[in-house]
């Protein structure tokens, strides 16, 4: 029955590619929910202060995924921000893919996304929300956290491939970028630009 491996992480972190990758490397399937709620029209509204996002009818969209779980035998790859909306007992494993923040904040300001919505995803990756959300759903003994930063693609594939079968190597609450930001002691004028900007 557990033949899904959920990708999650904040916007920016490298989701689409990787999950993309991962398929092919599995002889899986890919599915990108934020594509699928589209192209089914799974949503029940549209949020027009949010780049016209697609809030999804969740209870639809678990629906079609079940249906879609249950009409494959082969490894299933999802990814997206309802990834864990994902019924427990069809999940393997969740991946929840990390960033520097500093990292992050960069690629953001590379597609041209408003400063406000960098500032809400550069916080939620440096406050671990995809991690505890998705630890909410499937409990820690589910999910493995990777540090993407500075890695290529195939190294990424790599370390997730041996964290589905090694998870006390990539087991939850290794990465802090709060502390690790705070050890190279710019911490306090990192967290001062983005109050600043925030006002």
């Known amino acids: 029955m557990r033949k899904v491996i959920i990708i999650d992480g904040t916007p920016g972190t490298g989701k689409t590619t990787i999950a993309k990758k991962l398929a092919e490397q599995l002889e899986g399937i890919h599915i990108d929910i934020s594509e699928l709620v589209e192209r089914e029209k799974l949503y029940k509204r549209i949020d027009y202060e949010r780049s016209r996002a697609k ?3 969740e209870k639809q969209l678990i629906k079609r995924l079940v249906e879609i779980i249950e009409e494959t035998n082969k490894p299933l790859i999802i990814e997206g921000h309802y990834a864990e909306i994902v019924p427990k007992k069809y999940v393997k494993c969740a991946i929840i ?3 520097d923040p500093r990292e992050l904040e960069k690629r953001l300001e590379l597609r041209k996304w408003p400063k406000k919505k960098i500032i809400e995803n550069v916080q939620a990756e440096l406050l671990d929300s995809c991690l505890i959300k998705t630890i909410e759903a499937y409990g ?4 493995r956290e990777i540090d993407t930063t500075g890695k290529s693609v195939l190294e990424v ?3 997730i491939i041996d964290a589905l079968e090694n998870s006390n190597k990539f087991k939850p609450g290794k990465i802090n970028w709060i502390e690790k930001i705070r050890k190279e002691g710019v911490l306090e004028r990192y ?3 983005f109050s600043a900007t925030n006002t």
């Open 55 to 57: 809030i999804a009818d």
């Open 97 to 99: 893919l990390r960033l």
């Open 140 to 143: 820690k003994d589910k999910v």
């Open 157 to 159: 594939i790599s370390e």
């Open 191 to 193: 967290l001062t630009k």
